[in-house]
């Protein structure tokens, strides 16, 4: 199968590979996959809790090339957005930026499942926080 | 060096020079029909099959006429079970076949079963070899033919054949062997492994694609096909259609020069393998051998890359044509069935590439080919999340995956 040339872009020099400390409060963890499926990703982006703006994303991704392209390229859609535009990403968009086949298409929304699950750890965490602080009148 | 690498030599292999140069005068001015009975085109083109036939049947100790010429090994291996299924029918109605098969032989069985037979797949053992116990267990009285392949074609293990004829021949069963890959690489020989039926291709041994035979033995026992084409009963009556002359010239050629040139150059295949396992083993950690390497062809390796997902390991290497058991490159999106049946996992079938080193490969083609294997390993593992999980002491067997 030929690859288009951003997913071999991302393939070669892909963005946002690394980790965040996953106990930090303001970053958020997903991992979606499972290794007997061919692929793994790992997604972690980091709230800025004074603007509530995402201001960095990192990844790790066990999968093949497209599924590496999808994890990467969404790292960089979710850079500079507030959490819930961040929710509005769709895998349709990765489809497109990166020309998937159809048979690829499972990677994009491997990537979006990693997004949303990645927001909702730090939904909880952020809620978590919340409730352990003492309400201020 | 000439780049792009090809190491996939059990898809198939180039085609030797030799064999070309051979084919040549029976595309043009040595055209005629083998079965034109009566001039002289007709008798140089018999006369050119006769040698072929002569040819590959000293390769694999048969007699020429136990040889019955096919377009390749999946109508060799269709013939074989079909034409054994339907003229044996009245002795019973019982295949006994392995889960590895190639698909030619696999799906040959489930069409049969479809049709009222009756199909044994025998599971391997983890080394990738057949359990001669169980063998012995499945037959059955209605059994009329076992088929095991000689070799793999994505991990090479060689299958004990000797004994498996031997165990067949007592029970008073047919013997049938799928032995593309393992003619012209190491010694075959069906009087010695009591095979009576095997399927062969030209096209695996430096010979053009698109022709293939069928060894058929002719005494002790005497088996019969009831064929599976209608028309001029060429072939002993077992294939119809005009031969292929060329092809089948490029055949005989081909298994003439394996047999010349086996001793030594399955000793420099083994050389290279090993250079090339032993580099990448001594590189990179966690990185597995699938099937066994006691009872192996010289020229396979396949090894699964842990954590390592196979497609992006062939993207990495993208100046080597080798293959990969992982899901992504197979048309169905599952991973190997062949490694499946190891039961090491399908992480670990997924992780897996399959290097097939062939006659005009160099010991420097073998040593960038584990350099760029090491270094995209690592960049990979670099990447992959599993790794990284492994490296800080998590079981990735206890971790709660969402399987989708």
New interface residues.
């Given amino acids: 199968m030929a ?1 288009s040339d951003k997913v071999l872009d991302h ?1 070669n020099n ?1 963005r946002n ?1 690394g ?1 965040l400390d996953k106990n930090d409060p303001n970053v958020g963890t997903g ?12 997604l972690q982006l980091k709230v800025n809790p004074e603007t509530g703006i995402i201001e960095d994303a990192k990844f ?6 497209s ?2 392209a999808s994890s990467s390229l969404a790292t960089e859609m979710l850079k500079g957005k507030t959490v819930e535009q961040a929710l509005e990403i769709k895998n349709t968009a990765i489809v497109q930026e990166l020309s998937l086949p159809p ?1 690829k298409i ?1 990677c994009s929304v ?1 990537a979006e ?1 990693a997004i949303k699950a990645a927001i909702a750890d730090y939904k909880k965490k952020q809620s978590a926080l919340q409730a352990s602080q003492p309400v201020s009148k | 060096m000439k780049m792009p690498i090809y190491l996939d030599n059990h898809a198939t292999t180039p085609m030797d020079p030799r064999v070309l140069d051979a084919m040549l005068p029976y595309f043009t001015e040595k055209f005629g029909n083998a079965a034109s009975r009566n001039h002289v085109f007709g008798w140089q083109a018999e006369e050119a099959v006769e040698k072929a036939r002569k040819q590959i049947a000293d390769l694999i100790g048969a007699t020429s006429k136990e040889i019955i010429f096919t377009s390749g090994a999946t109508e060799s291996n269709n013939l074989a079970i079909k034409g054994v299924a339907e003229m044996y029918a009245e002795k019973g109605n019982h295949i006994i076949t392995v889960a590895t098969e190639h698909k030619a032989v696999l799906d040959t069985c489930k069409h049969l079963e479809k049709n009222g037979y009756r199909v044994t797949y025998l599971p391997v053992r983890q080394d990738g070899l057949v359990d001669l116990d169980m063998l012995r267990g499945a037959i059955t009285d209605k059994t009329i033919l076992v088929s095991v392949m000689y070799a793999n074609n994505e991990i090479g293990v060689v299958q004990p054949i000797a004994e498996i004829g031997k165990i067949v021949k007592e029970r008073g069963v047919l013997f049938h062997t799928d032995a593309v890959q393992a003619i012209g690489k190491i010694p075959v020989n069906v009087i010695r492994d009591n095979i009576d039926l095997m399927s062969l291709t030209a096209h695996k041994l430096y010979g053009p694609k698109g022709v293939g035979a069928l060894y058929v033995r002719r005494k002790n026992p005497r088996v019969q096909l009831t064929a599976q084409m209608d028309g001029g009963g060429h072939e002993r009556g077992m294939r119809s259609g005009t031969l292929n002359v060329p092809g089948i010239v490029g055949f005989g050629k081909a298994c003439e020069i394996c047999q010349q040139e086996m001793p030594e150059e399955s000793v420099r295949l083994k050389a290279l393998r090993d250079r090339l396992k032993d580099k990448l083993l001594a590189e990179l950690d966690e990185v597995y051998i699938n099937g066994s390497m006691e009872s192996r062809l010289p020229h396979n390796l396949n090894m699964s890359f842990a954590y390592v997902e196979g497609e992006s390991l062939l993207m990495g290497i993208n100046d080597v044509a080798v293959s990969s058991g992982s899901a992504c490159t197979s048309a169905t999106l599952e991973p190997s069935y062949v490694l499946k049946a190891l039961g090491a996992g399908d992480d670990l079938a997924h992780s897996s590439i399959r290097f097939g080193i062939g006659r005009f490969n160099t010991e420097e083609e073998i040593d960038y080919v584990a350099n760029r294997v090491v270094e995209v390993v690592r960049k990979l593992r670099e990447l992959s999340p599993l790794y990284e999980m492994v490296k800080e002491g998590v079981d990735l067997s206890k971790v709660q995956w969402t399987t989708h």
């Fill in positions: 690859y393939y892909p590979v980790s991992m979606v996959g499972a290794p007997e499926c061919g692929d793994v990703m790992k790790k991704t066990f999968g093949c090339g599924a590496i048979v499972h491997l499942d």
